[in-house]
């Protein structure tokens, strides 16, 4: 069994995170984490989470570290990236990659718009729906959401047509033949050409503040 954990480069709640992996199977890396105090709840799919006062303690119980590049490869190299389980992680409902849409409805409210049927965007893949006045209302409450969201693809509404037509282009460009999102996780934030923001868990608490 080979432990690895990369450095802690990633922001989130006012700390610096690592991710700590293992290349023989899912078992072992829990048998790890649980012998060094680690919550079930800090596993993320194909890696536990874990803060940068820990990465000392990790090596010195056998962790070896690597950058995050060969980490990346180490997971693809050993089949387990692709496999993702999310069970274990609290508020997941399955194992895909959840993604919310949230619509920014303060421009169309006088207008009285309405955001687009909620059966429309469960056919485009998008688990949950968050509607609210502003960017950081409308993550907040995504991050409420159930099941948890990996990532919401937020758009600014007038009028329920574009909004629907923004999110069809983001599901176009991320979505698997078998209708699961691809490269949308906690980690994302980017601008969609056609406008959409596309936000990840980790970037969620700084749009709160």
């Known amino acids: 069994m080979a432990i690895f954990v990369d450095a802690p480069i990633w922001p989130a709640h ?17 048998a790890f984490a649980a012998s060094q105090e680690i919550p079930a709840r800090a596993f993320d799919g194909d890696h536990y989470d874990v803060p940068a006062e ?3 303690r990790l090596l010195s119980a056998g962790a070896t570290q690597v ?7 180490i997971l693809r ?15 997941y409902a399955s194992r895909r990659i959840a993604v919310g849409a949230g619509i920014v409805l303060a421009a169309a409210q006088g ?24 960017l950081g209302d409308v993550v907040a409450r ?41 490269s949308l996780d906690g980690r994302t934030r980017l601008r969609h050409r056609d406008g ?13 503040e």
Do not use: N, Y
Request: proline share 7%; with cysteine.
């Open 77 to 91: 190299d050993s089949k387990l990236r692709s496999m993702r389980p999310r069970s274990a992680k609290p508020g």
């Open 111 to 134: 207008a009285g718009q309405q955001p687009p049927e909620r059966a429309a965007l469960s056919e485009l893949g998008f688990a949950a729906l968050a509607v609210g006045k502003s």
């Open 142 to 182: 995504a991050e409420s959401s159930r099941p948890a969201l990996d990532s919401v693809v937020v758009v600014g509404a007038f009028e329920p047509a574009p909004a629907l037509a923004q999110l069809q282009a983001v599901s176009s460009d991320f979505r698997l033949a078998d209708g699961g999102f691809a």
């Open 196 to 208: 959409a923001e596309i936000i990840g868990r980790v970037h969620w608490p700084a749009l709160r």
């Open 14 to 30: 006012g700390r610096r995170w690592a991710h700590l992996i293992c290349d023989t199977g899912f078992a072992e890396l829990h």
């Open 54 to 56: 820990s990465i000392s």
């Open 67 to 73: 950058s995050t590049r060969d980490m990346v490869r």
